[in-house]
């Protein structure tokens, strides 16, 4: 494909573009006011994602981010190791956290099931959590993927492979907006929907 | 509700331009190509957010524009005005204010303002493909209750997740174990959302079928029989049953052949059926009573008319038919455009020369 622009800015806003969220316009638009900036603003930027980078990786046992081998949650002796929360992103053990409603620990899976996106069951840290089951004692599993359409089928998909292990595996309850995305459920109704838990149903 | 001015900037062939509708029928004259058909489109775009000529947002904008602006003040029955604003982004995002906030989803609108506009294109209800026929059953339902626009877009993204699925199998050797059950959950979703849809759409054909009976009576003055079906054949085993016997004959296709996105509308008009049997005239015929059925449905439903748009309709009516269609319509505000003057009760005209009012 030709481009109208040369190839520094093309890469710029190609790269950009695949970010989440952002489409070819916003991807140019972003582009252009990076390059409007004074190069200390855009030094800055470069840093911070590199730094960040550098500095934080997943926590070897759960996935969240963490600073060392171990996320502060899987490193607090405190925290009950036989329940597991299982999140989509690690911006949802923030939303459930705030709730003071959960003291176990949580499985952060990096993503839902998202065909379209290329997003299969293999993609996502599935096997990771089979495998901490029984390495860990686990006795109970609640589901916490978002209640949209991507995270109610991962949901499913979690309950089917973890069922047959004879634990207790429990979805978090409705009343959180359909649609939505746990990090903007604010934490009352989050509270009440972790309380809330149901089993899941053999399907 | 009534929609009490209407505004366009840089919108299809209108530079700006300002309506002020007032309650009860106004006629929009215009020669070919002046912007009548536009000038609905518009109008409807608020109530639907989409173009009633099945085209993306961005052909709404003039060309050489890079955003248009759509404006209407609306007066609900109860007398509270608002004030709706859609901005249309070419390649980017639209936005969508009322009462000057912005709603946090251009989805939220709708419901917010109701249209219904009969058009010459309806004719694809009739004679055109079961997709044109689900689109119709599907507009009732949103405009009879907001939250079947959700589940319509919801079913849509399974059945495509599920197809990606579908073909990623074919392509790849991946882990059968897996595949199944990934198979099984999205079979499980599409079954929940899909069942839903299909059941509030035969729901619907149920209750529109004699209407639409009536409304045939009312347009062409016979006792003709009309008889309305869902055709949805996995309905009878359910449509995770359904699922699981396509599966395999899915898998060599790579495409989910059962669902809602396959089921069809079929209308029978005295005994045959429409689009292979019917003459012109009356899949013509047909085609308004099946939107004047669902027009006066809504109403009754909603305990309110939606605003009626008629573009370009009477012209193709014989006399009789287009008298009977004026007089055959439930109260409210109705917006007539036409090349040529209209026969009836007409409370206002306005007159559009090349997107500009004369
Ligand atoms: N995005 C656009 N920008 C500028 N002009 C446009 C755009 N889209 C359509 N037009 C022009 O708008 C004109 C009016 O179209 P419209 O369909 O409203 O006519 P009409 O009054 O309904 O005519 P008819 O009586 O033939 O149905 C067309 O001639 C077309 O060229
Ligand atoms: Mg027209
Ligand atoms: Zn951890």
């Known amino acids: 494909m030709v481009s109208a622009y040369t190839p520094p800015v093309q890469t710029l806003i190609d790269e950009l573009g695949r970010l989440p969220g952002i489409g070819p316009k916003s991807a140019q638009r972003i582009a252009f006011h990076l390059l409007k900036l004074p190069s200390a603003d ?33 490193a607090d002796d405190r925290r009950d190791a036989t329940v597991v929360c299982v999140v989509e992103e690690s911006r949802d053990i923030v939303a459930l956290e705030r709730t003071g409603e959960f003291r176990g620990r949580y499985h952060v899976l990096l993503g839902a099931m998202n065909p379209l996106e290329g997003i299969g069951p293999e993609q996502l840290k599935i096997r990771e959590l089979l495998t901490r089951i029984d390495a860990e004692g686990i006795t109970e599993v609640i589901l916490c993927t978002n209640p949209n359409t991507e995270g109610e089928v991962t949901a499913m998909y979690l309950a089917r492979q973890l069922q047959p292990l004879g634990l207790t595996v429990t979805r978090i309850a409705s009343g959180l907006p359909v649609g939505g995305d746990l990090e903007y459920a604010d934490e009352l109704t989050l509270g009440r929907a972790l309380e809330g838990r149901r089993p899941v149903d053999d399907g | 509700m009534i929609v009490e001015h209407l505004e366009l900037i840089d919108i299809r062939n209108y530079e700006t331009a300002t309506f002020e509708l007032r309650p009860g029928t106004t006629v929009v004259l215009g020669d070919n190509g002046h912007g009548k058909t536009n000038l609905a489109e518009a109008l409807a775009y608020l109530a639907t957010l989409s173009s009633f000529r099945g085209v993306p947002s961005d052909a709404l904008v003039r060309l050489g524009a890079d955003r248009g602006v759509i404006r209407a003040t609306i007066r609900d029955d109860d007398g509270r005005q608002s004030l709706i604003e859609a901005e249309l982004t070419v390649g980017g995002r639209n936005r969508v204010q009322v009462n000057r906030q912005r709603l946090p989803r251009v989805r939220d609108l709708l419901g917010t303002m109701r249209v219904t506009v009969f058009s010459p294109d309806d004719l694809v209800i009739v004679k055109g493909g079961p997709g044109d026929r689900r689109r119709f059953l599907d507009d009732t339902l949103v405009a009879l209750a907001v939250k079947y626009d959700a589940i319509r877009l919801e079913v849509d993204r399974v059945v495509k997740q599920r197809n ?45 079928g004699p209407m639409v009976q009536q409304a045939y009576r009312d347009l062409a003055g016979t006792a003709t029989d009309i008889e309305l079906g869902y055709v949805a054949p996995w309905r009878d085993v359910g449509l995770e049953t359904a699922l699981a016997h396509a599966r395999d004959h899915d898998m060599r296709r790579g495409v989910t052949s059962v669902g809602p996105h396959r089921d069809d509308l079929t209308v029978v008009i005295d005994q045959m059926p429409s689009r292979t049997h019917a003459s012109q005239g009356e899949q013509r015929t047909l085609a308004l009573s099946l939107r004047l059925a669902a027009h006066r449905l809504v109403t009754e439903r909603t305990d309110s008319a939606p605003v009626l748009v008629l573009d370009d309709v009477l012209s193709e009516l014989d006399r009789g038919r287009a008298g009977a269609l004026l007089d055959h ?26 997107g500009q009012l004369a």
Request: charge should be neutral; proline fraction near 3%; include cysteine.
């Open chain 2, 329 to 354: 319509l439930p109260a409210g505000q109705v917006v007539i455009t036409s090349a040529t003057d209209v026969p009836g009760r007409v409370d206002h005209t306005v007159r559009i020369v090349d």
């Open chain 2, 164 to 208: 990606t699925v579908l073909k990623s199998a074919k392509s790849s050797s991946t882990n059968h174990g897996d595949l199944g059950i990934t198979l099984d959950v999205w079979d499980s979703k599409l079954s929940d959302v899909g069942g839903r849809l299909a059941h509030a759409r035969a729901t619907l054909v149920d209750r529109l």
């Open chain 1, 42 to 74: 855009v030094a800055r930027l470069a840093h911070a994602i590199n730094d960040a980078k550098d500095k934080v990786r997943f926590c070897e046992r759960c996935f969240n981010v963490a600073e060392g081998a171990l996320c502060p949650i899987c």
